[in-house]
T-cell receptor, first 112, second 115 residues
Framework: RKEVEQDPGPFNVPEGATVAFNCTYS??????FFWYRQDCRKEPKLLMS???SGNEDGRFTAQLNRASQYISLLIRDSKLSDSATYLC?????????????FGSGTRLQVQP | DGGITQSPKYLFRKEGQNVTLSCEQN?????MYWYRQDPGQGLRLIYY???????QKGDIAEGYSVSREKKESFPLTVTSAQKNPTAFYLC??????????????FGPGTRLTVL
């Protein structure tokens, strides 16, 4: 089982739609969680950190479910510019190491 | 302008050659990281450094080497021992590797192609 798993998609949605991605992680000791956005042939950029209480930033909402070991990202009122690959990222909290483990990404294509 | 720079953007190498990828940051971050990304795959950690003059192997360190002589700089050398070096290489930094929420920020990457 992969340490961080995502549905690769693609998710094809019309403009204005609401779309949600889930990501599961294997290590129950994981301590911190993030969503990054990566455009084609570009570097990943931090979209939002995911806190235990959940958090919202404009049209984007992130939730953490520790009991079921998954995090989610909800995008409301999708824009064409939201088309990208969304990377789920987890700090597995391994002893002496704070590097992050990246999922393979979920591709979103918003269509006019 | 604070940020992370990587050079070159594109690099071509003949088999058997060593090449060095540059990564510089002026964010005053303690920790720096090197990742490799292959098409359709997630990022895999090559090496990371939590502080100057210290670095640790990541998940796929074989065939790579690094140095961290200055806080701002973390160059990666891809040696001839790396069997499949063609990939997208990303450098990142974070304030501290020890923080729980250690958001990492990435440079624009270097695309290495072995001819």
């Amino acid at each position: 089982r992969k340490e961080v798993e995502q549905d690769p998609g693609p998710f094809n949605v019309p403009e204005g739609a609401t779309v949600a991605f889930n990501c599961t992680y294997s290590n129950s000791a994981s301590q911190s969680f993030f969503w990054y956005r990566q455009d084609c042939r570009k570097e990943p950029k931090l979209l939002m950190s995911v806190y235990s209480s959940g958090n919202e930033d404009g049209r984007f909402t992130a939730q953490l479910n520790r009991a079921s070991q998954y995090i989610s990202l909800l995008i409301r009122d999708s824009k064409l510019s939201d088309s990208a690959t969304y990377l789920c990222v987890v700090n597995l909290g391994s002893t002496g190491r704070r590097a992050l483990t990246f999922g393979s990404g979920t591709r979103l294509q918003v269509q006019p | 302008d604070g940020g992370i720079t990587q050079s070159p953007k594109y690099l071509f190498r003949k088999e058997g050659q060593n090449v060095t990828l540059s990564c510089e940051q002026n964010l005053n971050h303690d920790a720096m990281y090197w990742y490799r990304q292959d098409p359709g795959q997630g990022l895999r950690l090559i090496y990371y450094s939590q502080i100057v003059n210290d670095f640790q192997k990541g998940d796929i360190a074989e065939g790579y080497s690094v140095s961290r002589e200055k806080k701002e700089s973390f160059p990666l050398t891809v040696t001839s021992a790396q069997k499949n070096p063609t990939a997208f290489y990303l450098c990142a930094s974070s304030i501290s590797a020890g923080a729980v929420y250690n958001e990492q920020f990435f440079g624009p990457g270097t695309r290495l192609t072995v001819l």
